[in-house]
């Protein structure tokens, strides 16, 4: 099972910070939080990932709360195209050191004109 | 560069019929995975392999079986399809076992009739 929960959807306006939230209240001292991205039946993209400090990229911001249990996708300038599905991971770790991505049902973004 | 290719596309398949998706990538990574996706759903792991020759069970493997014979390849196969596999099938590949390298192919979409 996933080890996140997200709001099953959010709409934004155009031009405006679409910021998505997570959940990881079980995660571990030592675990990732990763944000993919699944665009109109697309494969899933690549975001962004961190451990417990804020995290930037070309694409998006990545904000963590000091205790590790929560944190938020932040796109700043969201456009039509930024329309999405948005998963937020917990790597599940299994035999050989292996991890894992499992996907939950993640929040369909709506970026409105 | 392609990154991940998945053959084929599409396909239809009556129930009982086998057929085996084919997934190649080019950028030389050690981990390759197989996903399913149903309508209004997030990616379901199926089958994934740490190198050539390793396979290993995901959270829904009943039904398929994989191999690796060689590191760009990796193989899923139906054995005797139905109606319950209908699905968009995803392929990953991924340069670490952590969860921020992954490059997904763009699906293959079947359906069992």
């Known amino acids: 099972d996933a080890k996140t929960t997200q709001p099953p959807s959010m709409d934004c306006a155009e031009g405006r910070a679409a910021n998505l939230p997570c959940n990881h209240s079980t995660i571990s001292g030592n675990e990732y939080v990763y944000w993919y991205r699944q665009i109109h039946s697309q494969g899933p993209q690549y975001i962004i990932h961190?451990?417990?400090?804020?995290e930037t990229n070309e694409m998006a911001s990545l904000i963590i709360t000091e205790d590790r249990k929560s944190s938020t996708l932040i796109l700043p300038h969201a456009t039509l195209r930024d329309t999405a599905v948005y998963y937020c991971?917990?790597?599940?770790w299994g035999s050989g050191n292996t991890g894992k991505l499992i996907f939950g049902q993640g929040t369909t973004l709506q970026v409105k004109p | 560069n392609a990154g991940v290719t998945q053959t084929p596309k599409f396909r239809v398949l009556k129930t009982g019929q086998s057929m085996t998706l084919l997934c190649a990538q080019d950028?030389?990574?050690?981990?390759m995975y197989w996903y399913r996706q149903d309508p209004g759903m997030g990616l379901r792991l199926i089958h994934y392999s740490v190198g050539e020759g390793t396979t290993a069970k995901g959270e829904v493997p009943d039904g398929y079986n994989v191999s690796r014979l060689k590191k760009q390849n990796f193989l899923l196969g139906l054995e005797s399809a139905a109606p319950s596999q209908t699905s968009v099938y995803f392929c990953?590949?991924?340069?670490?076992?952590?969860?921020?390298?992954?490059?997904f192919g763009s699906g293959t979409r079947l359906t069992v009739v």
């Open positions: 991971i917990v790597i599940i």
């Open positions: 950028m030389n990574h050690e981990y």
């Open positions: 961190g451990l417990k400090n804020n």
């Open positions: 990953a590949s991924s340069w670490s076992t952590g969860g921020h390298g992954y490059t």
